[in-house]
């Protein structure tokens, strides 16, 4: 079985990205997406959530419930998944995508 060790970044990036491809789908349903910009020496992805997914309440489900979900299960070396752009749910700027109001 592989492990962090035996894998270099490229390649956990490569297995991340085809991760996020499962996904992407939906979140561009959406008008959304999302970018890797990151992995830290302790295996935390970071991530910036962009279009629609950067300004939706539901930003944070998303990314705890499907972005961060899809991540771990196929890349299991990675301990978390942040994003730097999550929108909370009470933010006044916060807005639903067209399609979900």
């Not at 999302?34 to 295996?43: H, P, R």
């Amino acid at each position: 079985m592989e492990t962090a060790n035996t894998l270099s970044i490229d390649d956990l990036i490569q297995k991340i990205d085809a991760a996020l491809d499962n996904i992407r789908p939906y979140l561009r349903t959406d008008g959304g997406d999302v970018k890797i910009l990151e992995i830290t020496d302790d295996m935390v992805v970071k991530l910036e959530l962009m279009g629609a997914c950067g300004s939706c309440p539901m930003s944070t489900m998303t990314l705890k419930a499907g972005v961060e979900e899809a991540i771990r299960k196929s890349v299991p070396q990675i301990k978390s998944v942040e994003a730097i752009n999550i929108t909370h749910p009470d933010d006044p700027n916060a807005k639903l995508p067209d399609n979900l109001l």
